[in-house]
T-cell receptor, first 114, second 109 residues
């Protein structure tokens, strides 16, 4: 069974440019998460989807970040415009949903803003 | 005070040692508890998942939860150099996972 797939693995952009990350969760997983991980820190939630609905986006900086999960499967996270402080690893994870909260992570996208 | 506290280490042990990794938490509503292993430049990998207080064993790994003390532990027996990684505790309520900062473990041959 394929795991969570993220692309790209690495991205280098200049500040003020837009960037997008893509995630394909494990088949059948209803819950999808986007996490941000800074060096030496644990992952921090940006947004959680239950199927197509964003049920927890309280930590998403909505002035520059946006996300969507079309048809309740794949998801895209966008930053526009990017700032130097956005340099981090962006992790996507999925879980079955409901009481099954154990989440499985992708390899992440390492973003560097210069 | 963060909801989940975890000593960042590094924790250095010789091969074959028993390793104890710990987290404390403040939110008594947390219901599910997980341990992840993360190698450098990789995504977190789920190791253990528990719900109730008590112990859960899987091979060389034992997860322990004490809800009354708000304290969870991961024990690794017969540690190997390949166990060298960062170990993250995570806990959830209502579907959202909250992570500790992670403890870096170094197992020397």
């Amino acid at each position: 069974e394929a795991g969570v797939v993220q692309s790209p693995r690495y991205k280098i952009i200049e500040k003020k440019q837009p960037v997008a990350f893509w995630c394909n969760p494990i088949s059948g997983h209803n819950t999808l998460y986007w996490y941000l991980q800074n060096l030496g820190q644990g992952p921090e939630l940006l947004i959680r989807y239950e199927n197509e609905e964003a049920v927890d986006d309280s930590q998403l900086p909505k002035d520059r970040f946006s996300a969507e999960r079309l048809k309740g499967v794949d998801s895209t996270l966008k930053i526009q415009p990017a700032e130097l402080g956005d340099s981090a690893v962006y992790l996507c994870a999925s879980s079955l949903g409901g009481a099954r909260t154990e989440a499985f992570f992708g390899q992440g996208t390492r973003l560097t803003v210069v | 005070q963060k909801e989940v506290e975890q000593d960042p280490g590094p924790l250095s042990v010789p091969e074959g040692a028993i390793v104890s990794l710990n987290c404390t938490y403040s939110n008594s509503a947390f219901q599910y508890f997980m341990w992840y292993r993360q190698y450098s430049r990789k995504g977190p990998e789920l190791l253990m998942y528990t719900y109730s207080s008590g112990n859960k064993e899987d091979g060389r790994f034992t997860a322990q939860v004490d809800k009354s003390s708000k304290y969870i532990s991961l024990f690794i027996r017969d540690s190997q150099p390949s166990d060298s990684a960062t170990y993250l505790c995570a806990m959830s309520v209502s579907g959202t996972l909250t992570f500790g900062k992670g403890t870096m473990l170094l197992v020397s041959p």
